[in-house]
């Protein structure tokens, strides 16, 4: 299927500019002090958040 270069364009921008937004996440974490965690231990923390949530008995 072909696509239409001006989406083309469009979704290498997008892609750029994600990359440019990592990018400087990552240089302010460093300027920081701080350490970027791992996504899976991110959702982990999550749902353990989640779980303890959900055990609390109604107000």
Known sequence: MPVDLQIGV???QFIV???D???REQEV???MGQ???PEA???T???AILSDVAAL???
């Open 41 to 43: 231990e991110i959702r």
């Open 29 to 31: 974490c460093r300027w």
């Open 17 to 19: 500019d994600r990359l």
């Open 21 to 23: 937004d990592r990018r």
């Open 35 to 37: 350490d970027r965690v």
């Open 45 to 47: 923390l999550f749902r």
């Open 10 to 12: 469009r979704v290498y």
């Open 57 to 59: 008995p109604p107000p």
